[in-house]
T-cell receptor, first 113, second 115 residues
Framework: AQTVTQSQPEMSVQEAETVTLSCTYDTSENNYYLFWYKQPPSRQMILVIRQEAYKQQNATENRFSVNFQKAAKSFSLKISDSQLGDTAMYFC??????????FGTGTRLQVFP | EPEVTQTPSHQVTQMGQEVILRCVPI?????FYWYRQILGQKVEFLVSFYNNEISEKSEIFDDQFSVERPDGSNFTLKIRSTKLEDSAMYFCAIPARSRVDTEAFFGQGTRLTVV
């Protein structure tokens, strides 16, 4: 069974600084997708960034980028130039071959002015 | 415009009552997923529904729960005889696979409060 682990329950960063959220996973599959979702206080699930396992190039979306290490089964999220609006829960998720998402326990990120 | 709309956004119900949560996609989708998030905890898979049948369910999805596609367009999650521990956010999601990429669109969620 696939598992997703987020070892940082809480992180904080000052506005304009860079922060990295870690995520590791376990799977025997070779091709799969990985996602980071942001959940603000409204509790809506907002897709931040995605990575397909067979793509070696790390995904980037504006200030958000990932460090995908397939052999190490690691998928960290880097947020550059942090903004107050980035304050939220961040969930790492693995999509298996049935399109089911398996989530980590989340990291609560607080951005301070 | 969101891909998926959920209603109601918030529902308060008395313990023992039945609730029906609805999910409406803006276009035809054969696959549907329901997830649950108890406050302060992670998002957990409940059930996947494909072409009018359950394709996979978790151990959480017991006889208290059922899913339907009552009219061909919207999907429902029914919770019978609600318990206090059913209080949670319930999300429906649809996967979207294309030649370019893959993601899962989430509805805005239904906050269920059982009192």
């Amino acid at each position: 069974a696939q598992t997703v682990t987020q070892s940082q329950p809480e992180m904080s960063v000052q506005e304009a600084e860079t922060v990295t959220l870690s995520c590791t996973y376990d799977t025997s599959e070779n091709n799969y997708y990985l996602f980071w979702y942001k959940q603000p206080p409204s509790r809506q699930m907002i897709l931040v960034i995605r990575q397909e396992a067979y793509k070696q190039q790390n995904a980037t979306e504006n200030r958000f980028s990932v460090n995908f290490q397939k052999a190490a089964k690691s998928f960290s999220l880097k947020i550059s130039d942090s903004q107050l609006g980035d304050t939220a829960m961040y969930f790492c998720a693995f999509m298996d071959n049935t399109d089911k998402l398996i989530f980590g326990t989340g990291t609560r990120l607080q951005v301070f002015p | 415009e969101p891909e998926v709309t959920q209603t109601p956004s918030h529902q308060v119900t008395q313990m023992g009552q039945e609730v029906i949560l609805r999910c409406v996609p803006i276009s035809n989708h054969l696959y549907f997923y329901w997830y649950r998030q108890i406050l302060g905890q992670k998002v957990e898979f409940l059930v996947s529904f494909y072409n009018n049948e359950i394709s996979e369910k978790s151990e959480i999805f017991d006889d208290q729960f059922s899913v339907e596609r009552p009219d061909g367009s919207n999907f429902t999650l029914k919770i019978r005889s609600t318990k206090l521990e059913d209080s949670a956010m319930y999300f429906c999601a649809i996967p979207a696979r294309s030649r370019v990429d893959t993601e899962a669109f989430f509805g805005q969620g239904t906050r269920l409060t059982v009192v």
